[in-house]
């Protein structure tokens, strides 16, 4: 498996550590503790445990200096506390500063040996120990050092490491055939409001979940990072976790790139739910069908699956429909299914959580102009990224690769907005890109009532299709308090979405101009109402609640 050059540092660094640990250990045994137990007893017996499974013979026999390989990072430094009080005084001064970001280290140690998504502080916590420490007198730190000069000499030098598996450190967790993250780089950053969320309704009782979101807005990363926390934290909620991804594209900064064999038909889908679970292979989907079912009747099984939106079909529909109330199924899309989930919208980042991952991404594919560019700037180039994960990666990515920042953020978005937006879009009916067209032109959100008034439908026809296009995430729904108390939902485009049908599906003049002289209908009938004001009972008088009251006007 290839790691990123951000977890391989980060390995390389603890590894050091860990041996240091475990050297200042061997000497304080061999020259304080000879002829005395240096371990508590049920941390001996862990060890003993340790050592018998690895090498297949009696343990008892032992040295104490042996067992010290079996150690973990965090068994080592509580060890080297235990015995604090035969450290020299510089020692042991040294070792209180270390501590508590040794302690703090023990989570990151565990994310890196075991492939958990990182922290997107998890880099910087180790550096600042591993600087730290060698700056300080008093526990050797020989290994530390030697790995801070290589990678201040030549940081590439980590990539020629692999990370070591060891049977007995592995932490109790779910099965699971996840896929690796994919924002190791940076470390996951923000998001804390979704993923509790996202967990708490995993873990709840919801049948179907649906992450909801526009392309690169963060749904795969997102769903990956509570999934792993989820085999971590609640080993015994689930038999299994089974990953399928039905992603066909990629964004790259030489552009859209298609996947080599991507799954791209329902069969496809089926044949990989069944592998990991063991199902018979077969070329049947009415068989795969029932023996996936058998299965998730038979085992709780949490079915995830990514980018759902690139295959539709009836047996999929079908399939969703059926599934056993003892398995959960969690979905990442940019288009709902309706009436089977429960659907969790993703917006994009919040400015704060952009700004910061935009610097993370300039600092780790060292594009220093970027980087070093003040906050207004960072956050005024995060805006016109449109605060979306995939595009400010895209942009930095493009930018490290000698393209030119100012043609990026003009001609080179249209394949950012194609790639995000484009296979969404060409699924809608004909009447819902009408309802796309109307709110592009009138340019404000507006309400179902002058939305109905300005396409010229009946009510019904007009509700069907704004519900498919609000299944899509491309248009955004807010709630306007009304004077009665009363709530008002009004209906306008995301900013990508405005953006892309700008770039590709503008409406002819013609329709911008009828639009706009509806609306100016509108305002006038609304100053005409209000001029009645002091004349209640006059017949021209009229309450403008919202904007539907517009439209009675």
């Known amino acids: 498996m290839k790691h990123t050059a951000t977890r391989l540092s980060i390995f390389a660094m603890l590894s050091a550590a860990e041996s240091d640990l475990r050297s200042n250990l061997t000497n304080l045994i061999q020259e304080c503790l000879h002829g005395t137990d240096p371990y508590p007893a049920q941390m001996r017996e862990k060890l003993l445990l340790r050592y018998k499974h690895t090498y297949g013979v009696n343990s008892q026999e032992s040295t104490n200096t042996e067992l010290l390989t079996f150690l973990d990072f965090g068994d080592?430094?509580?060890l080297l506390m235990r015995h604090a009080s035969h450290l020299s005084t510089e020692s042991a001064n040294n070792l209180n500063t270390l501590s508590p970001m040794l302690m703090d280290l023990v989570g990151v140690r565990n994310r890196i040996m075991h492939t958990r998504?990182?922290?997107?502080?998890?880099?910087?916590?180790?550096?600042?120990?591993?600087?730290?420490?060698?700056?300080?007198?008093g526990l050797a730190w020989t290994d530390l050092r030697s790995v801070m000069k290589k990678l201040e000499e030549d940081p590439s030098f980590v990539l020629t490491l692999k990370l070591p598996s060891t049977q007995w450190d592995s932490p109790k967790s779910i099965p699971h055939n996840l896929p690796e993250p994919q924002f190791d780089d940076t470390g996951y950053i923000g998001r804390t409001k979704d993923r509790k969320e996202v967990i708490r309704l995993l873990l709840g009782h919801h049948q179907i979940v649906t992450i909801l979101g526009e392309g690169g807005v963060g749904k795969t990363a997102l769903l990956v990072k509570c999934l792993y926390d989820i085999a971590d934290s609640s080993p015994d909620r689930f038999d299994t976790i089974v990953w399928v991804s039905l992603k066909t594209q990629a964004l790259t900064a030489s552009g859209v790139e298609t996947l080599r064999n991507a799954i791209s038909s329902t069969l496809g889908l089926f044949q990989n739910i069944s592998q990991p679970l063991?199902?018979?292979h077969s070329t049947s989907i009415e068989a795969l069908f029932v023996d996936i079912r058998e299965y998730l009747e038979t085992f709780n099984v949490l079915l995830?699956?990514?980018?759902?939106?690139?295959?539709?079909?009836?047996?999929?529909?079908?399939?969703?429909?059926?599934?056993?109330?003892?398995s959960k199924v969690v979905i990442t899309s940019r288009i709902g299914l309706g009436e089977l989930e429960f659907r969790r919208p993703l917006l994009s980042m919040n400015e704060q959580e952009?700004?910061?991952?935009?610097?993370?991404?300039?600092?780790v594919h060292q594009v220093s102009s970027l980087a070093k560019l003040p906050h207004p700037d960072v956050l005024g180039m995060c805006r016109k990224l449109y605060c979306n994960p995939l595009i400010m990666r895209w942009y930095i990515t493009s930018v490290q690769q000698g393209s030119s920042p100012d043609h990026l953020l003009t001609v080179g978005q249209r394949d950012i907005l194609a790639f995000c937006v484009n296979n969404v879009y060409e699924k809608l009916s004909s009447d819902a890109q009408s309802?796309?067209?109307?709110?592009?032109?009138?340019?404000?959100?507006?309400?179902?009532?002058?939305?109905?008034?300005?396409?010229?439908?009946?009510?019904?026809a007009?509700?069907?299709?704004?519900?498919?296009?609000?299944?899509t995430m491309m248009v955004r729904v807010d709630q306007m308090r009304l004077a009665d108390g009363n709530v008002e939902a009004l209906y306008g485009l995301t900013d990508i979405s405005r953006k892309y049908l700008e770039e590709f599906h503008k409406p002819l003049s013609d329709k911008y101009r009828e639009i706009s002289q509806k609306l100016h209908a509108l305002a006038s009938s609304e100053d005409t109402a209000r001029s009645f004001k002091t004349l209640p009972y006059d017949h021209r008088a009229i309450q403008i609640r919202g904007t539907g009251d517009r439209v009675a006007g």
């Open 76 to 78: 080592a430094h509580d």
């Open 117 to 137: 998504p990182l922290e997107s502080d998890d880099f910087s916590k180790t550096y600042d120990f591993a600087t730290e420490a060698c700056n300080q007198r």
């Open 278 to 280: 063991g199902v018979p």
């Open 304 to 326: 995830a699956i990514d980018n759902l939106e690139t295959i539709e079909s009836h047996a999929l529909l079908e399939f969703l429909r059926d599934i056993p109330a003892k």
């Open 354 to 363: 952009a700004t910061q991952l935009f610097r993370r991404l300039s600092q």
């Open 435 to 460: 309802v796309l067209d109307v709110l592009l032109a009138a340019r404000r959100p507006i309400g179902i009532a002058e939305l109905a008034y300005l396409v010229g439908w009946d009510i019904h």
């Open 462 to 471: 007009v509700r069907t299709s704004v519900f498919e296009v609000v299944r």
